[in-house]
């Protein structure tokens, strides 16, 4: 058996969610006795210190012996955060995170809006 054959076997099941920066994956895949295993996993895109981007993944491996508990204690969470909170986004994404548009947009608008702001007169003679 080849590489593609084995990869053809692995690969049963995928779902893809997109959620903002960052990608999930839910992947079925079989073991070499052509039973069934679960792995998620996250991707989010990164840029290094020259520019480039690159993807930062990690993993989760669920077999099948332990999706029925993981199944219960995920919808009991889950259930629990939306009791709790409700359904609606309470913030959103740190500012860290934002796009730097963001901050100017707020900016443009203030200025378009033709809003003065007040601001303190600090002689630094003072200090």
């Known amino acids: 058996m080849d590489g593609n054959d084995r990869k053809d076997r ?24 052509d039973d069934y295993y679960l792995t998620i996993t996250e991707s989010r895109k990164q840029n290094d210190e020259q520019g480039g981007a690159f993807f930062k993944k990690h993993k989760i491996y669920l077999y099948k012996e332990d999706l029925r508990e993981f199944k219960d204690i995920l919808e009991e969470i889950t259930d629990f955060i939306i009791e709790s909170k409700g ?5 959103d994404t740190p500012s860290e995170f934002r796009p730097n548009e963001d901050a100017t947009e707020t900016t443009n608008r203030t200025k378009d809006e033709g809003s003065t702001q007040s601001f303190t007169d600090i002689d630094f003679d003072d200090l």
């Open 87 to 91: 359904e609606e986004i309470i913030s």
């Open 10 to 33: 692995d690969e049963v099941f995928t779902k893809v969610l997109r959620a903002g920066k960052r990608t999930y994956f839910f992947d079925v895949r079989s073991t070499k006795a």
